[in-house]
């Protein structure tokens, strides 16, 4: 009998480098909608929009780490306890939050693109070093397909 094809993409535990980037995407795009919501709301309530891009980063971040840890990596082992793992997780990332902010100034003042345009192509760049820095570094590759 075939698995049914959603089990296979979203759920079931996998080590497979592509899958688990394809997974890397909807959980990116979901902590995306959070980062960018959070965005939106502190530039609406009178925040600059790189302070308030920080407020937005942390937001994502944890999304980003809660679903990334029950859906993209929950095949591997972290190769450090819990806490360390986390503290991985965010230092990839504030590299991530960097690029970002580089970028959206980038963007955004140079380019003189809207901040929310910018926002999306940072997102889109930073997205790919966030995935493999963390597959890499964070986790080790045990369990079999």
Known sequence: ????????????????????????VFVGGFSFLVDAGVLWFFTRAG???????????IAGLCCNFLLSRALVFHAQTPKVGRMLEF????????IGLGLTEAL?????????????????VASAVVLFWNFFA?????????RAE
């Not at 925040?47 to 980063?57: C, E, G, I, Q, S």
């Open 87 to 94: 503290l991985g997780y965010a230092i990839i990332g504030l």
């Open 47 to 57: 925040m600059h929009y790189l302070f308030a891009a920080f407020f937005a980063f």
């Open 134 to 142: 963390r597959k890499f570094i964070l986790y080790r590759r045990e």
């Open 1 to 24: 009998m075939q698995k049914p094809l959603f089990k296979t993409l979203f759920s079931e535990p996998t080590t497979n480098p592509l899958l688990q980037f394809f997974r890397y």
């Open 104 to 120: 959206l100034y980038f963007f955004t003042e140079i380019v003189q693109l809207y901040y929310m345009i910018s926002k999306v």
